[in-house]
């Protein structure tokens, strides 16, 4: 199975930028659909981005989707997600998930529950 470390985060001031990464062992990246997801404290975990097995389809959730990209270099078996414009409120733990799925299927998934591999998270601090 599939072991995912993310790293990247770390304290910004508001409007600054970051750009987490999503390290991938164990198995090659290319055969799993990978999203983000973030979790403020006393928040539950929602959706930030996703991205399909190929990096052709990309998803970012409605209330970022001006601000966050999400790429995927699967010969360095890494993904990356892209955050420009940072507020205060996108302080959280930012998580990348992982779902293995069929060499002939191409999509994204945007759900909790469509993910089997997680990491550790990494702490994302905005100052104002």
């Known amino acids: 199975q599939v072991q995912l470390v993310e790293s990247g985060g770390g304290l910004v001031q508001a409007g600054g930028s970051l750009r987490l990464s999503c390290a991938a062992s164990g198995r090659t990246l290319s055969t799993y659909a990978m999203g983000w997801f973030r979790q403020a404290p006393g928040k539950e975990r929602e959706f930030a981005a996703a991205?399909?097995?190929?990096?052709?389809?990309?998803y970012v959730a409605d209330s970022m989707k001006d601000r966050l990209i999400i790429s995927r270099d699967n010969v360095q078996n890494t993904v990356y997600l892209q955050m420009n414009s940072l507020k205060v409120e996108d302080t959280a733990v930012y998580y990348c998930?992982?779902?293995?799925?069929?060499?002939?299927?191409?999509?994204?998934?945007?759900?909790?529950?469509?993910?089997?591999?997680w990491g550790q998270g990494t702490q994302v601090t905005v100052s104002s």
């Open positions: 991205i399909s097995r190929s990096g052709s389809r990309t």
């Open positions: 998930a992982g779902r293995e799925i069929d060499i002939g299927y191409n999509y994204y998934y945007t759900r909790r529950t469509d993910y089997n591999y």
